[in-house]
């Protein structure tokens, strides 16, 4: 094991290393800058513009300002200084990566108690009423993008509330006077504003991965070893899911390494369409002002998640299939 983890070490630093050179200058090929704005304003002097462009290491080469981005960033461990916000990166987007990070655990945790079920009823009742039934919601949810979906929901919620007068939380993270709650109110409700927005991405996204698990499960319930199982006298329920299903999440084990940067990315438009104080808000608006550093510097970030998702992943599919050895 440890020589595999020190292998993937090793294998990473080339990666990270070309993956910050391509994040890095490919922000440098969108026209203009930070400064662009202001450029533009007649109000604003030259003697002014050159300061700020000094201030912010716009007057420096492009390929200067790298070097010393990754100097900074290795030995110091210092993402560069946002441009938006004149504060360290780091100090800028963790407060959004933990408020993203609660909304992706709830929708993971959802999306795999819907999708896992749903799968394997599917594949354990093929072309049953019942089946055929989810096969057509599924087919209905895999046409709808999750934004446009959310939009239906707000829609369908406000109807609720006119109709009731029941207060259900459709955006933000917290209510008003959060503050002054007591610590389990303010507990319940974070949670209370978690939990629509996360359930309406679960259940967009298990779409697809319900319809991988059946046709994973129906092509391991024809192998010969659980026609050979069941001979045995082994229960329908083991059959099931000890050997059946162990088998067949073999391809969403190996697709795990992807949660660990989801899980800091935020849930994508489901955050903007829920103002949620998430990460995906704040780096369309990073983008849309050219803010170099908080770009690079949370993309980087993503980078190291995703191989060290990568490696768990294996390691993960070695404890699942014992034929599969990582050292």
């Given at each position: 094991m440890i020589p595999f983890l020190l292998r993937r070490v090793i294998q990473s630093i080339p990666t990270?290393?070309?993956?910050?050179?391509?994040?890095?200058?490919?922000?440098?090929?969108?026209?203009?800058?930070?400064?662009?704005?202001?450029?533009?304003?007649?109000?604003?002097?030259?003697?002014?513009?050159?300061?700020?462009?000094?201030?912010?290491?716009?007057?420096?080469?492009?390929?200067?300002?790298?070097?010393?981005?990754?100097?900074?960033?290795?030995?110091?461990?210092?993402?560069?200084?946002?441009?938006?916000?004149?504060?360290?990166?780091?100090?800028?987007?963790?407060?959004?990566?933990?408020?993203?990070?609660?909304?992706?655990?709830?929708?993971?945790?959802?999306?795999?108690?819907?999708?896992?079920?749903?799968?394997?009823?599917?594949?354990?009742?093929?072309?049953?009423?019942?089946?055929?039934?989810?096969?057509?919601?599924?087919?209905?949810?895999?046409?709808?993008?999750?934004?446009?979906?959310?939009?239906?929901?707000?829609?369908?919620?406000?109807?609720?509330?006119?109709?009731?007068?029941?207060?259900?939380?459709?955006?933000?993270?917290?209510?008003?006077?959060?503050?002054?709650?007591?610590?389990?109110?303010?507990?319940?409700?974070?949670?209370?504003?978690?939990?629509?927005?996360?359930?309406?991405?679960?259940?967009?996204?298990?779409?697809?991965?319900?319809?991988?698990i059946r046709g994973q499960m129906l092509e391991v319930m024809r192998s010969d070893y659980i026609r050979?199982?069941?001979?045995?006298?082994?229960?329908?329920?083991?059959?099931?899911?000890?050997?059946?299903?162990?088998?067949?999440?073999?391809?969403?084990?190996?697709?795990?390494?992807?949660?660990?940067?989801?899980?800091?990315?935020?849930?994508?438009?489901?955050?903007?369409?829920?103002?949620?104080?998430?990460?995906?808000?704040?780096?369309?608006?990073?983008?849309?002002?050219?803010?170099?550093?908080?770009?690079?510097?949370?993309t980087v970030i993503t980078t190291v998640l995703l191989v060290v998702g990568n490696a768990l992943s294996?390691?993960?599919?070695?404890?699942?299939?014992?034929?599969?050895?990582?050292?």
């Amino acid at each position: 094991m440890i020589p595999f983890l020190l292998r993937r070490v090793i294998q990473s630093i080339p990666t990270l290393f070309l993956a910050s050179i391509l994040i890095f200058f490919v922000i440098q090929l969108a026209p203009g800058d930070f400064l662009t704005p202001a450029k533009l304003n007649p109000g604003i002097s030259q003697q002014q513009l050159d300061n700020l462009s000094a201030a912010f290491g716009l007057d420096r080469s492009p390929i200067e300002q790298y070097l010393l981005w990754m100097k900074n960033m290795i030995f110091n461990g210092d993402f560069g200084l946002s441009f938006q916000y004149q504060q360290p990166v780091l100090n800028i987007i963790w407060p959004r990566i933990l408020n993203s990070l609660w909304l992706v655990l709830l929708y993971t945790a959802l999306f795999y108690a819907i999708a896992i079920p749903v799968g394997v009823y599917g594949a354990v009742r093929q072309n049953s009423l019942g089946d055929k039934a989810i096969n057509v919601v599924l087919y209905f949810l895999l046409g709808f993008p999750s934004f446009f979906l959310a939009l239906i929901v707000i829609y369908l919620i406000l109807k609720l509330r006119n109709a009731t007068g029941w207060d259900i939380p459709i955006n933000g993270m917290t209510s008003q006077g959060f503050d002054s709650m007591a610590p389990l109110a303010q507990v319940l409700d974070v949670a209370k504003h978690l939990l629509i927005p996360a359930l309406v991405l679960a259940i967009s996204d298990a779409a697809g991965l319900t319809r991988v698990i059946r046709g994973q499960m129906l092509e391991v319930m024809r192998s010969d070893y659980i026609r050979t199982a069941r001979a045995k006298g082994v229960s329908e329920r083991t059959a099931i899911w000890k050997h059946t299903f162990r088998n067949a999440i073999l391809p969403i084990v190996a697709g795990i390494g992807g949660l660990l940067p989801a899980a800091v990315s935020g849930a994508g438009f489901i955050e903007v369409v829920y103002a949620y104080p998430g990460i995906t808000p704040m780096i369309l608006d990073a983008i849309n002002a050219q803010d170099l550093y908080l770009i690079a510097g949370f993309t980087v970030i993503t980078t190291v998640l995703l191989v060290v998702g990568n490696a768990l992943s294996d390691i993960l599919l070695a404890v699942v299939d014992p034929r599969i050895k990582v050292g």
